[in-house]
């Protein structure tokens, strides 16, 4: 089996989440038996899964694993099926429902967000109206878990079921120094006929599940971490004849003008100490793999692209002429990618190309989205730029732009460049590491300029929406180019070749 180790997979995700979903699927379809794992409690997993397209056995999540509901069938669950007491009387709210014993507030049961009724969870209270406790239920229609609350209304306690409604984790929390819960004890219960298993935390339970992965594996396992600080410390313990590989989905250095001498990410400096005992390193673009081949000579650093498409032959390009909008921007709305720079860009493109539009497609951090509103309204181009949030089904969407624009100041490989030119769409970036000089053909299927050079990007933006001639010549150059080296029985064979796939 092939492990993809992650921390979880949220309605919102980053490039190293979408690089591992684009990998399952591209083993399960070459029938090499994969899944993507995650460590965090999540209820709503597989409603995401759902979103995303992920089968069951795609996905294996520890808590569902130790509750033994990894392939539990989806049922609806609404205030009406909780088999609440007859003399209860039930106040219907619009996110929760009240209810009430007499005069007496004794509970509330709250609604999965984005739905009409469906049960979350329930909240108890004491007679003097304080939180007792909370039962947590699953999106797929169980109770998973009660959190149980001190007088104080902290958490002190978690308890985790199976399906038959019996203990199967039981999580112990004390006061931190800020007086916050901090988890002190983790209890396993029953499993495989011990009756009590006791770690730290959850994270020390992850060490522990996936030794039993490796364990229970008839095959030789492999281990592929995609959040190195989530995986890297657990593989290091894994003292077996597993393989484990390790992701670099991150700039790797703290100085991003010195990527071979300045220290290390905190969250690699382990894997990289420990060359021996990783079978080797993985990275998405040539260029982050030469420094890092140039950095640790020992280490054995391969380059796999996130993106795959299919061949030429079989795809087919819309006109970039026919595409009813113009720029874009795909990535998170963070201060590191500039994005005070690409607004300005936009104001100084609109002095010529008058009903310009481009369209940023992330989420972040709501204060920084308000600098960034407040900056458009003061450049007066509210009817030109749109911040349109995060959507799962960006992948429809490409097919209605021309171009893309990116100012980071560095990165791991953006996801959105090769992505966009598998569209046809050229690419306009900053130079930074890594990403641009890897995917773009400078002044064939999109421009590199230099970084902070508002008016460099100015120029080649209006150079090509101002000339439909070349334009479409980039468009079909990048839409070939990625449909040619990157097509996913190509990238299959590389994956082959790494892991001794026959």
Request: aromatic share 12%.
């Amino acid at each position: 089996m092939f492990y993809f180790i992650n921390e979880y997979i949220l309605g919102k995700n980053s490039s190293v989440e979408h690089a591992a979903i684009n990998r399952v699927k591209l083993f399960n379809h070459y029938k090499a038996p994969a899944q993507i794992v995650t460590k965090m409690y999540d209820r709503l997993l597989h409603q995401t899964m759902g979103t995303f397209q992920l089968a069951n056995q795609q996905v294996l999540n520890m808590f569902d694993y130790f509750q033994q509901t990894t392939d539990v069938p989806t049922k609806v669950l609404h205030t009406d099926d909780m088999h609440l007491p007859v003399e209860y009387a039930v106040e219907v709210g619009a996110n929760f429902s009240k209810i009430f014993n007499g005069d007496e507030h004794v509970s509330n049961v709250g609604f999965i967000p984005g739905t009409i009724g469906r049960v979350f969870y329930q909240e108890f209270f004491d007679n003097q109206g304080n939180l007792s406790s909370t039962d947590l239920w699953d999106w797929r229609g169980f109770k998973s878990s009660t959190q149980y609350f001190g007088q104080n209304g902290k958490l002190v306690l978690e308890r985790f079921y199976n399906l038959q409604g019996e203990t199967v984790i039981e999580q112990y929390y004390v006061p931190d120094t800020n007086g916050n819960p901090l988890a002190s004890r983790l209890i396993l219960k029953n499993y495989r006929d011990q009756a009590e298993r006791f770690f730290q935390d959850a994270n020390h339970l992850f060490r522990f599940f996936l030794a039993e992965l490796s364990h229970l594996d008839k095959q030789t396992t492999t281990f592929i971490s995609d959040r190195p600080g989530t995986s890297v410390k657990p593989l290091l313990e894994l003292q077996d004849d597993s393989h484990k590989y390790v992701t670099v989905p991150i700039y790797q250095a703290k100085d991003i003008n010195d990527p071979i001498h300045s220290p290390l990410d905190g969250f690699l400096t382990p894997a990289f100490d420990n060359l021996q005992h990783f079978d080797g390193f993985i990275t998405a673009t040539e260029s982050q793999a030469q420094h890092l081949r140039t950095r640790f000579p020992k280490a054995k650093v391969t380059v796999l692209p996130t993106v795959t498409t299919s061949p030429l032959a079989q795809s087919k390009l819309r006109p970039i002429t026919a595409r009813p909008k113009q720029l874009l921007y795909v990535g998170r709305l963070a201060p590191d990618r500039q994005l005070d720079q690409l607004i300005r860009t936009i104001a100084l493109v609109k002095q010529q190309v008058k009903e310009i539009q481009c369209d940023f497609y992330g989420y972040g951090d709501p204060e920084y989205l308000k600098t960034l509103n407040k900056l458009v309204e003061e450049l007066k181009l509210t009817n030109n730029v749109h911040l349109l949030d995060y959507h799962p089904d960006l992948e429809t969407r490409y097919d209605d732009y021309q171009l893309l624009l990116n100012t980071d100041i560095v990165d791991g490989g953006p996801m959105s460049m090769p992505e966009a030119m598998s569209h046809g769409i050229p690419v306009i970036s900053y130079r930074f590491n890594y990403g641009p000089k890897d995917w773009i053909d400078d002044g064939h299927d999109g421009f590199i300029v230099d970084p902070g050079n508002q008016l460099a990007l100015r120029d080649r933006v209006i150079e090509l929406m101002t000339d439909t001639k070349k334009l479409t010549a980039f468009s079909e150059a990048a839409f070939k180019k990625l449909h040619t080296s990157q097509t996913d029985l190509k990238v299959w064979h590389r994956w082959q070749q790494l892991l001794g796939i026959k």
